[in-house]
């Protein structure tokens, strides 16, 4: 017998973390051999406080008799994204085809039904794994895939990170707060993220301005990350022309997560995206030895940031592939029976 119902993370207590973190450890055994899992209690930290920028969340929880056999977490986005809702559905690999993760996902429509989601997203199918023959089934298209790289520190060789800073330009850091001489120029350069191609995604980047920025970086201070930027400054204007970020989580100090990397159009073509993320290589295990890992994402249709990332000796994982289906067409008869 199958039990679905919402899962708390206020009132889990060490027994529900542990039995939701045993699903998602099974999954990514099978599904991403050899990869780290996320330690038990980055996920206790992450489900208790939702990390900034993908809106409020929530979670279900499948249960087979007394076992916990799925998960369900939903984001909402806002603004922008105020129509798409967010799904990533994990099924233990020893409950699989046995209908668990296509009753979860039905049972979470109610709730993005009552947020007027009008279309449904997962970031998180991995290619080629059962977890993507199980989103054909039900009808989802594949909107874009998603390059998965990393670099080891061990096993990277600095040299790759000995880069100049073109001639017209400087190299700016800082850890949290923009400077408030760069911070509209800085604005500008983020919103440059908008030509990264999203394929068929109904997500849309984020229009950044000086006040969304100040919004976001109140954001990651409430969660304890330290966000990292290194940007190009043009020595002549004196604007931002590009940028990498990197944040860095209190309850996993090991590991950094590159996030947006973005140069801006009249600005292309200094290797300026390789300079400013080299920096930050630097500068991080400057400060931070102990870092092992950084990791990134980047679109298939960006061959470029993905060359850039190679040259700096980050090797490439599975990709993953983002599925769309619409919310009504999930209440359909065939996807019921999938």
Known sequence: ??????????????????????????????????????????????????????????????????????????HFPDAENAGIGLVDVVVHPAARRSGIGTALLHAVVPELRARNRRSVEGWQVVAGSAGERWAEALGFRPVRTIVRQVLVVAEAERSRWEVTVPVGYRVVRWTG??????????????????????GDSGY???????????????????????????????????????????????????????????????????????????????????????????????GAENAHMIRVNRELGLSSLPAVIAVQQDLDALLSPDTRRA
């Not at 969340?57 to 916990?68: D, F, H, S, T």
């Not at 159009?265 to 300026?272: C, E, F, N, P």
Request: proline share 6%; charged share 25%.
């Open 177 to 198: 707060a923009a400077p408030a001489d760069l911070l509209d120029s800085y604005a500008g350069a983020r919103a440059a993220i908008h030509d990264a191609p999203l």
């Open 204 to 298: 849309r980047w984020p229009a950044w301005t000086a006040e969304r920025v100040r919004a976001a970086e109140a954001g990651a201070r409430s969660q304890g990350l330290e966000q990292r930027i290194v940007a190009a400054v043009h020595e002549e204007s004196g604007e931002v022309a590009g940028f990498t970020e990197v944040c860095v989580h209190p309850r996993r100090p090991d590991w950094g997560y590159q996030r947006d990397t973005a140069v801006v159009a009249g600005h292309r073509g200094h290797g300026l995206g390789r300079c400013v993320k080299a920096h930050m290589i630097r500068w991080l295990l400057a400060e931070r030895p102990g870092l092992r890992r950084i990791s990134t994402t980047t």
């Open 1 to 74: 017998m199958v039990t679905i119902e919402r899962f708390d993370p206020l009132s889990a207590g060490e027994a529900g973390f542990a039995a939701y973190h045993a699903v998602l450890a099974a999954s990514r055994e099978t599904d991403r051999p050899g990869e780290p899992v996320l330690p038990l209690g980055e996920l206790a930290g992450r489900l208790t406080r939702p990390l900034p920028g993908m809106g409020e969340a929530a979670q279900w929880v499948a249960y087979r008799g007394n076992e916990l056999a799925a998960f369900a977490e939903v």
